[in-house]
């Protein structure tokens, strides 16, 4: 695997975006795609995921009349999510 430099891979990205992800090379054809998501990516997916549950058990809560934690309520408008 050849890792590509920054305007390389500013290149490519350009290519994926304007032309479907087909180039031609010495009469052939040729198709870019991504076979796999950076970890980090994933990662963030799992706590953004785990924060919208925090955030609708924490609302559901309140409509309830339960209590609740004040410092949970500030950490989700800090966030922007209330």
Partial sequence: MKKLKEKEA??????INE??????MDDKRYYL???EEPEKMMDSEIECEE???KVETTK???LRGKRFV???IVEMIDQGVL
């Fill in 10 to 15: 500013s290149f490519i990205k350009d290519i």
């Fill in 19 to 24: 032309n479907d992800a087909v180039i031609e």
């Fill in 33 to 35: 795609s991504l076979i």
């Fill in 51 to 53: 924060l919208k549950e």
């Fill in 60 to 62: 559901q809560n309140i």
């Fill in 70 to 72: 004040i410092d949970d």
